[in-house]
């Protein structure tokens, strides 16, 4: 009997999280889908709930370029939280310049970098089947 | 009869002249006083005719006088040595004659002078003669004695050789013909006055044409010799071959000729500057090279030079120079702008080099050169300006190649999973709601793509597309325009910008620059208060500053500041339409050589600022 499974998207393109909403849920490895379309919901609607393993995501799908709060920003406030669970963060965005591959690197926090669009096979391996 | 013997007998001594008479007949010698002086014997001192011819060391001499005087009963002279009584040696001359009666001899008499001192006096002349020949023969200089009318009189070995001719050759012709036509007039003018007795003698270089045509290069002293009654006799004339030092001083000349034409044609400025007096001589042309006459800076300070440099150019200038005082560095080359006489300022590089040292090493004598760089620097500068643009264009370039990969990577991404889906949904509801989503993202990709071309044709634009446009008239047109929405908000609208204000600008990106920034003041206005916009135009260094100042809500800048102007996900249908628009009117200023900046505080309120180049 496998954890329920709680994933987070962070991305400002509807159309994105609509689609991605919908392959999900073919796979049927996710119990939860928390959608957020820039970095400061996301990081409002967490950042009380840290104590509480069972509200918090397992994994983040996080976009770089988003209005109000980007990526960057939200991984700079994110990693001051202790949340009271392992969250694994992939980013998962259009930009194929170098330098945000390169300053992606720099975070600890993020497992892998993706560039969009994500495949089902990407998407199996990240949910772990 | 008496007064004539009385006459006789008181001039006889005046002349210290000798009598004697000697009687043939009677054998009877008569000498006065005179001529016992000159034996210097006593005055009874009877004379015999044997004694007198003992005070003669060659009496064959005398001897052979008396017996010619008389067999030939004509008068006669010699001059004869003798020695007196004392033992002294005197010189004498001797004149003999005889008295006849009826064809016979019956006296011989005669006068004896002392001539001693003459003979001296003529004997150190001939002396001094000899002396004068020898030096004239031999000297190692050409030496002459030259006619009042030119001619070559005596000419000594020297001369001869330097000449080319012989003494003989040089005797038929005169110095004139000799001489190289333009040193003639010269030498006859001195000529003249040295006849006159204006100068007692003259020097001149001059050029004779020797017996082989070519020229020769000498100094002239000419002297004149006179009689004792100061009637010209003839020159002495010394020659001194020069051509030597007449051919090294044509060459340096030549050289020197050479060298000017050399910096004369590579327009180099020179300074030649005595650090311990600060003294320093220029050439013409280093004052011309900052606008100013000769003798306005060819004799001036070095300290007058360098206040010509440029204040911020003087720091690094006395380094250099310092560098090469202390020995640091050889040379001292220098890159500074230097004030022009008219008020402009001139790029010159200072080359220096210490020529010599004082003792205790400190300069004492530099050379250098001024050269009048400012063309290479104008288009160094130039060039350093266009890279500028370029490299800006470049970047620009380079980023917009990244927001269109993004762009469109985000449509591809979202076609390619929903096709994909498509593919294994065999739901046809499901079918059907992709199918939509695919035909929304096929529209959002054309906006895309028109929002692109936009900023394409933002580059694309050059500068001919200036046009003179009433900054004031063009920002009323943009407010009646946006005069509804204006209305709706109940906002207040200031504009102090000055009617008489005339921009040059495409007005089409102004339009595009007023209108958003209006528009974004209306968008991002604060829900508490309201709306005042004010538009200010200020004149700055590059030309004009046009002012949107807002009470709106403000943008936190260090969050956001670093994208504010970036083109991000701003074409999927969400409120925030900032992104694409101040994007594209940030590349429309800076198409117009401008260039946006923003000051924002959250909550109080936002100026953008634009720059309009005059």
Not at chain 2, 29 to 58: G, H
Not at chain 2, 514 to 536: F, G, Q
């Amino acid at each position: 009997m496998r954890k329920p499974t709680t994933i987070c998207v962070i991305d400002d393109d509807r159309m994105y999280t609509l689609i991605l909403g919908k392959q999900l849920k073919a796979t049927s490895c996710c119990d939860n889908l928390l959608v957020f379309h820039h970095g400061l919901a996301a990081w409002e609607y967490f950042s009380p709930l840290m104590a509480l393993a069972e509200r918090l995501p397992d994994i983040i799908l996080l976009d770089l370029n988003m209005p109000v709060m980007d990526g960057w920003q939200f991984l700079d406030e994110f990693s001051q939280l202790k949340p009271a669970k392992p969250i694994t963060i992939y980013i998962v965005s259009s930009s194929i310049d170098p330098a945000d591959h390169q300053k992606a690197a720099t975070y600890p926090a993020v497992a892998h970098f993706y560039i969009k669009p994500i495949s089902r096979n990407d998407l199996a391996a990240i949910v772990g089947t | 009869m008496q007064t004539k013997i009385d006459l006789y007998q008181k001039t006889v001594p005046l002349a210290q002249l000798g009598i004697w008479e000697h009687n043939l007949l009677t054998g009877e010698l008569y000498w006065n006083t005179i001529v016992r002086a000159i034996y210097e014997v006593a005055a009874d001192f009877t004379p015999s005719l044997k004694q007198t011819l003992q005070f003669y060391p060659d009496k064959e001499a005398v001897r052979g006088l008396i017996n010619q005087v008389l067999q030939t009963h004509q008068p006669k002279t010699g001059v004869f040595q003798l020695q007196a009584i004392s033992g002294r040696v005197k010189w004498v001359r001797l004149r003999a004659n005889v008295h006849l009666e009826r064809d016979v001899c019956t006296t011989i008499h005669g006068t004896l002078e002392d001539i001693t001192q003459e003979r001296a006096s003529i004997q150190a002349n001939l002396a001094q003669e000899q002396q004068f020949h020898q030096a004239f023969d031999f000297a190692p200089i050409g030496m002459a004695l030259v006619s009042l009318a030119g001619n070559w009189l005596k000419a000594n070995d020297s001369l001869c050789q330097l000449l080319g001719y012989t003494e003989a050759e040089l005797r038929q012709i005169t110095f004139q013909e000799i001489t190289f036509g333009d040193d003639l007039a010269s030498d006859l003018n001195q000529m003249h006055r040295l006849l006159a007795g204006t100068i007692d003698r003259y020097s001149i270089e001059k050029r004779y044409i020797h017996k082989r045509g070519q020229l020769i290069w000498t100094l002239l002293h000419v002297s004149l010799v006179r009689d004792q009654q100061n009637t010209p006799l003839y020159f002495v004339s010394q020659i001194k071959d020069i051509s030597e030092r007449k051919n090294y001083i044509e060459l340096l000349q030549w050289q020197r000729q050479r060298l000017d034409n050399i910096i004369q044609s590579t327009g180099v400025g020179t300074w030649e500057w005595d650090v311990p007096s600060d003294n320093v001589i220029c050439n013409p042309r280093a004052s011309a090279i900052v606008g100013y006459d000769p003798d306005e800076l060819s004799d001036c300070q070095m300290t007058a030079w360098h206040k010509l440099i440029h204040p911020d150019d003087q720091l690094a200038n006395t380094q250099l120079l310092t560098q090469c005082f202390q020995h640091q560095m050889d040379f001292y080359v220098s890159e500074c702008r230097m004030r022009h006489k008219d008020g402009y300022w001139i790029w010159v590089e200072i080359r220096g080099k210490v020529m010599e040292w004082t003792s205790s090493g400190q300069p004492r004598f530099m050379l250098g050169t001024y050269l009048d760089i400012h063309a290479r620097r104008s288009l160094q500068e130039e060039q350093r300006k266009t890279l500028t643009v370029v490299s800006n264009q470049n970047s620009r370039l380079l980023n917009f190649a990244h927001i269109v990969s993004h762009n469109l990577r985000s449509h591809a991404g979202n076609i390619q999973m929903l096709t994909d889906m498509l593919i294994q949904e065999v739901d046809e509801q499901e079918r059907q709601e992709y199918i939509t989503m695919l035909q929304l993202n096929a529209t959002n990709l054309q906006e895309t793509l028109l929002h692109l071309n936009e900023v394409i044709n933002v580059q694309a634009v050059d500068k001919r597309s200036k046009k003179p446009v009433g900054l004031r008239h063009e920002v009323e047109r943009i407010l009646t325009i946006l005069s509804e929405p204006l209305r709706q908000v109940e906002a207040q609208v200031q504009t102090e910008i000055s009617e008489q204000l005339v921009v040059h600008y495409d007005p089409a990106y102004l339009e595009s620059v007023l209108l958003n920034l209006v528009s974004n003041c209306i968008k991002y206005r604060h829900p508490d208060r309201v709306l005042s916009i004010r538009l200010v135009a200020l004149p700055v260094a590059e030309g004009h500053q046009l002012q949107v100042i807002d009470n709106g809500v403000g943008i936190d800048l260090k969050r956001h500041g670093h994208k504010l102007f970036g083109m991000y996900k701003t074409f999927h249908g969400n409120a925030d339409a900032r992104g694409i628009g101040l994007f594209l009117i940030k590349h429309q200023i800076e198409a117009m050589a401008g260039q946006l900046s923003v000051e924002s505080q959250v909550n109080a309120g936002t100026t953008f600022t634009v720059t309009i180049q005059a």
